[in-house]
């Protein structure tokens, strides 16, 4: 059975950095993507970054291009979401995910297993 564990979420100041990390167990991996996506209150859900398998194809949403950086430790199963220059409207809870398709994350917007989801919280 798969599970995406997420940890990393928090209370932050407005311009402060949190770092999101997702562990992945139950199969494996390989040729699976990655990623993260959101959803703010009262908001539908949201891509926000994917990378693929081996690391060399990353995707972001344009609202954290330059902010955000996601990468992977495939010995550990892990993804990683670097959230730097954080602002009040990236205040959400971030679900780790995982699909065979990169489509499936960037445009249909879904995935095929999901994590329970981390907190972030960042004040103005």
């Known amino acids: 059975q798969v599970q995406l564990v997420e940890s990393g979420g928090g209370l932050v100041q407005a311009g402060g950095s949190l770092r999101l990390s997702c562990a992945a167990s139950?199969?494996?991996?390989?040729?699976?993507?990655m990623g993260w996506f959101r959803q703010g209150s009262g908001k539908e859900r949201e891509f926000v970054s994917a990378i693929s398998w081996s690391g060399g194809s990353t995707y972001y949403a344009n609202f954290v291009k330059g902010r955000f950086t996601i990468y992977r430790d495939k010995a550990k199963n892990t993804v990683y979401l670097q959230m730097n220059s954080l602002k009040p409207e990236d205040t959400a809870v971030y679900y780790c995910?995982?699909?065979?398709?990169?489509?499936?994350?960037?445009?249909?917007?879904?995935?095929?297993?999901w994590g329970k989801g981390t907190l972030v919280t960042v004040s103005s």
């Open positions: 995910a995982t699909t065979r398709l990169i489509a499936t994350m960037t445009v249909a917007q879904g995935s095929d297993y």
């Open positions: 139950g199969r494996t991996f390989s040729n699976y993507f």
